[in-house]
Structure formats: C-alpha cells, structure tokens
C-alpha cells in the first residue's frame, strides 16, 4: 500500500474516520463479510482492523452480534475529559504566539463548523468542533499526542451520538471556540486557558447529564 500502510492500517483510519465524522454510531453492527465486500480485503485483514480498533477503544465484541461500535458510559467521558484537559490546557500553557496557518486552520474549522450550523448540520458542527480542538493539541508539535487525541477525539464522537438533541447539544460551543481562538490570536494565553477549562467543565458536565438520562429511560 502506498505510504508505508498496510491495507488493515487504511481500512483502520477510514472506520475511525467513519466514526469521527458521525456516520459509525454506537452499537452499529461492523459485519466481516460486508467489510470483506466493501475493502476488497481479506478475512484476516478485516479482523486486524476490528481488533485494532478494540484496542483503541472504539469498538466492543457482545456476544450474539460479533463486533459492534462501542457505547460509551460516564466513567469514559470522565477519562476522556482529564485527558482533554492534560493536552489542550498544556498545549494552550505552552503554546508560543500563533504561526498563520496554525490561526488559519483553526479558523477554517470554526467557520466550517458555523457553515454547517446554518444548514443544521449539527453532526458536521461536532466534527469541525473537534477538529479545531484538535490543532489546539498540534500546538504541542508532537506527531505521538495529535496521534493520540484523534482517538480520544473518535471516542468524544461516540458519545455525543447520545445526545437526544445534537442541535441543543452543540450550539453553545461554537461562540466559545472562537473566543479561545482570538485569545490565542492576540497571545493571551491566560484568557485562553481559562476559557478552555470553562469550556471543559461545562461540556463533561452537559455529557455526563445526558448520559445519565439516557440510562434512566
């Protein structure tokens, strides 16, 4: 395969990237045989890909149904979150005044997430969202942590799925990332930090709530 990836490693990053885009939802079914028909691949390198995306946490085998999407419960989300909160708040801490493609791409994620509020999108606003939060992390230049959080960012995808109404959900977040985006701009690192971790504390306590709910009915 080109790139140096094996066939299993593309087909690894395109069911993730199926997930962080939204169309993957919890306890969706990934059936081997649909998987061999679609990637054109073998058996044994459609279970190299589920088994690696168990191993990311994105998937869960229940017996009776083979490998599924995972849900996620609050003891994840409260995980998910204090990683969020080691990474963006130390990538926010060190980050240096903002080169113009870093400004420029975070940018391009707000306005694509504000494009898509129009049409009511709502799944397309989580995925710019976390997109930007994303180069917030690749302020910290490290190929391994952007690597890591794209994960933790396919997680946050699975449990945003749970929320009854995304338009509700979403809404608020967009005024915020802009906000931590203009900071950044003018070098207020403090004003910046103290936004995110505004922005942290209220959105693990919004999913937390939704999941609660959601496990009451």
């Avoid at 045989?33 to 054109?40: D, F, G, W």
């Avoid at 493609?101 to 997430?113: F, G």
């Avoid at 794209?150 to 979403?170: G, K």
Wanted: a negative charge; glycine letters at 6%; proline letters at 2%.
């Amino acid at each position: 395969m080109s790139n140096g990836l094996s066939l299993a490693d593309h087909i690894t990053l395109e069911l993730r990237a199926d997930i962080i885009g939204g169309r993957l939802l919890p306890g969706m079914p990934l059936v081997e045989s649909v998987l061999v028909n679609t990637y054109n691949a073998s058996r044994n390198t459609i279970r190299e890909a589920l088994h690696r995306l168990g191993q990311e946490g994105l998937t869960s085998y229940v017996r009776h149904k083979g490998v599924v999407v995972r849900c996620l419960g609050s003891d994840d989300v409260r995980d998910l979150f204090r990683v969020r909160r080691t990474l963006e708040l130390q990538a926010i801490l060190n980050a240096r005044p903002l080169r113009e493609y870093q400004s420029d791409r975070m940018l391009d994620a707000i306005e694509a997430a504000e494009l898509a509020r129009e049409r009511e999108d709502w799944r397309a606003v989580g995925t710019h969202g976390l997109r930007f939060h994303q180069y917030v992390v690749a302020l910290l230049d490290s190929r391994l942590f952007d690597e890591f959080f794209t994960n933790v960012v396919a997680q946050l995808r699975l449990v945003f799925c749970v929320a009854p109404d995304e338009a509700l959900f979403q809404a608020p977040w967009l005024m915020r990332d802009r906000q931590i985006h203009e900071s950044l701009v003018e070098g207020d690192k403090i004003s910046a930090g103290e936004a995110m971790e505004l922005y942290l504390d209220d959105s693990e306590r919004l999913l937390l709530n939704i999941l609660s709910q959601s496990f009451r009915h």
